[in-house]
């Protein structure tokens, strides 16, 4: 079976890269297939980008507060473009009461400022490796 | 006797006992072995004198405290002109803006770029109508501005000057700072607009116009805040940041200018991260490289010349989302690394901010931590306290012999440029980001409430700052009436005269920029014909 392949994304203006950089490393080393989409893509090009690289997941890394807009418009892509099966997660500088409110609008978790890589690893191997079998089965 | 050697201790965080936070090696113990080549004259000096290692005043505090000035802005310029003068009544001693993504990347608040980003993490400016409300009530003349914005920088220093002049205020006693240092946009913070080419030129502008119009204005800021919160080390910023620092000098004398004329109102913009001593040596180190620099190698017989002034940050990836709390206790810290390393200004983080913009609650606090340790600690009271320390001494040596070899590095690239379009500061910020990171998955270095002493249940206690969703709305409002009652011809025009000088390197761009505000032009619509001329930067991405 191929290694997953996780699409690492950075939207909107926030040019904050450190986490995103840091997580897919994380993930590359920990055996995946890691794009890294770059800057300031709109959530078109992200959906875009999931789709054509026949991607598992997408990572989404907001830190400028613009995540109660994007994260839904992403979401959005994702339905409209049929690629609901792409485990979709993120993370940055999101308020608590954010974090829930996104979780039930459908991002299946969102890792805050601390959060250990491997709980990061972890969380993308088994949703993605659960997104995978129900698609085999 | 010692009948057994003694041992060092195991356990959590024993891994990080043989190095700093950086990697720089440490010893169990420092002595005099340690300064074995030290010249005092040569290698520190007295306060107040070449190489200033030991700091810029020969009275220190004594003479005048630091400036307290803390960084602040969000939603809309009324909502921040409230906030500045809350801060301006607890006794803060200057202002210093934090603009919104949409302003910072050169877009107005109804782009469909803003979307979402309007006001959330710093003020909505989008003409010349936004500054003078953010200023309302404040008296120009009197009060110092730092403004943190990089690409239209030049823009936003355009817009201060007509604000400034609607109040009645030359500008030639305007003072203050501007951050406009773009070369760290490409190396780190990545709010870019122009190619790194091009916008040299925008900095030489306005160098050359601050010098000739606006003599109490520091016409730059050079700033490493930005390279350590994206994870280089200490000596990345150090390095990188002075090397920015001189690529803007030299690119001033290549366009003719005198660097005496010039070099004593440039100043820097440091971070204070956690690492106590390493941080303290990075100042002094700071200051003695420059000064020699300076000296040595360009030529600068104006003692100004030789003095590197800096502002000061705590580290904002140095606070936790875990016990936000703590973080009041880190910032102290930074804070009390800061002073012992001579900064001429500084600003102490808010506990909140992993969360959000910080609340007036958090604020106060911050801003009252820097109060105690001016007012009660006497950390004021003696010139450089740790001078001669057998450890400060030499790790502040082992920072200057670091930066040199990145400086060594950067020119075997050809300079400064040609390292970011070659992507080496960024990939040798990833690595050094990434190791830190790993550094506290194994364990090796422990951060109080992540990866130790966690509390079982992790309960929100603080009381976060929200941003309307109303704000975006309100200022896309805003902007629109002011397309709508100003005089098109004027736009028009000087939209045109602007464009002209872009092309045109020996016509200065600010009075172009000024006129531009002053027809009511939207910084988005400056940006938009600077970029038919000069273009967009792209970044080839390195993880």
């Known amino acids: 079976m191929r290694p997953l392949r996780i699409v690492v994304a950075k939207a909107g203006l926030d040019g904050h890269d450190r986490g995103a950089k840091v997580i897919a490393r994380a993930l590359r080393d920990a055996g995946m297939e890691v794009i890294y989409t770059g800057l300031f893509q709109t959530p078109e090009q992200i959906v875009q980008t999931a789709i054509q690289e026949d991607a598992d997941g997408i990572g989404l890394s907001i830190l400028s507060g613009a995540h109660m807009t994007l994260f839904p418009l992403v979401l959005e892509q994702l339905k409209a473009q049929g690629a609901q099966d792409v485990v979709f997660f993120g993370g940055g500088t999101i308020p608590p009461d954010d974090a829930v409110a996104l979780k039930k609008m459908g991002v299946r978790a969102i890792f805050t400022p601390g959060a250990p890589l491997q709980e990061i690893v972890d969380f993308v191997k088994a949703e993605c490796g659960k997104e995978r079998s129900l698609l085999s089965n | ?543």
């Open chain 2, 1 to 543: 006797m010692i009948e057994r050697p003694p041992q060092q201790r195991t356990g959590p965080g024993s891994g990080a006992l043989d190095r700093t936070i950086s990697d720089v090696p440490l010893k169990a113990l420092y002595t005099p072995e340690d300064l074995g080549r030290l010249d005092y004259d040569r290698d520190l000096g007295y306060p107040g004198f070449y190489p200033y290692t030991r700091g810029l005043h020969p009275l220190g505090y004594r003479g005048r405290l630091w400036t307290m000035r803390q960084f602040a802005g969000f939603g809309t310029a009324r909502q921040t002109n409230e906030r500045y003068k809350f801060l301006l009544q607890q006794g803060q001693m200057g202002l210093s803006v934090a603009f919104d993504m949409p302003t910072l990347m050169g877009y107005d608040s109804d782009a469909a770029e803003a979307r979402g980003e309007v006001g959330r993490c710093g003020v909505a400016i989008d003409s010349l109508a936004d500054m003078e409300r953010l200023f309302e009530g404040i008296d120009m003349g009197a009060v110092t501005t730092s403004m943190t914005i990089n690409g239209p920088a030049a823009i936003a220093l355009a817009q201060y000057v007509a604000a400034a002049e609607k109040q009645g205020v030359s500008r030639r006693v305007l003072g203050g700072t501007i951050q406009a240092d773009i070369l760290k946009e490409y190396i780190a913070q990545k709010e870019w607009i122009f190619p790194p080419r091009p916008h040299m030129r925008i900095i030489v502008d306005m160098i050359r116009f601050c010098t000739q119009e606006m003599p109490r204005w520091n016409t730059i800021s050079i700033s490493g805040y930005h390279i350590r919160e994206a994870g280089s080390t200490a000596a990345q910023e150090l390095a990188f940041t002075l090397a920015d620092g001189f690529a803007y000098i030299e690119a001033c004398i290549e366009a003719g200018m005198d660097i005496d004329s010039f070099a004593p109102r440039l100043s820097f913009f440091f971070n204070s991260h956690i690492d106590f001593f390493e941080e303290i040596a990075k100042f002094r180190a700071a200051r003695r490289i420059y000064a020699r620099r300076m000296r040595e190698r360009y030529g600068a017989k104006d003692p100004r010349s030789w003095q590197l002034r800096f502002h000061t940050q705590t580290a904002g990836c140095s606070a936790t989302a875990q016990q936000p709390e703590n973080n009041i206790v880190r910032v102290a810290y930074e804070a009390l690394a800061a002073v012992l390393g001579g900064t001429q200004s500084l600003h102490t983080n808010s506990m909140d901010e992993v969360h959000a913009l910080p609340s007036e609650k958090a604020v106060e606090i911050a801003l009252r931590t820097q109060q105690v340790l001016a007012y009660e600690t006497n950390v004021t009271n003696v010139v450089d306290p740790l001078g001669g320390s057998y450890f400060v001494e030499s790790l502040t040596d082992e920072m200057e012999r670091e930066a040199e070899a990145y400086f060594e590095q950067i020119e075997e690239y050809g300079g400064v440029v040609a390292a970011i379009e070659a992507g080496f500061f960024q990939k040798e910020i990833a690595e050094a980001s990434y190791r830190y990171q790993r550094s506290i998955e194994t364990g090796d270095r422990i951060i109080v409430g992540v990866n130790a002493f966690e509390r079982p249940e992790e309960t929100e206690e603080i009381e976060l700052l929200r941003i309307s969703e109303g704000t975006e709305r309100e200022q896309a409002d805003s902007v629109r009436h002011v397309r709508e009652h100003r005089d098109p011809g004027a736009v028009r025009a000087t939209l045109e005269r602007l464009q002209r000088a872009c092309r045109d390197p020996h016509d200065n761009l600010m009075p172009h920029l000024i006129a531009c505000v002053n027809a009511y032009c939207t910084e988005g619509e400056i940006v938009e014909a600077m970029v038919d001329v000069y273009g967009r930067y792209v970044e080839r991405s390195v993880f």
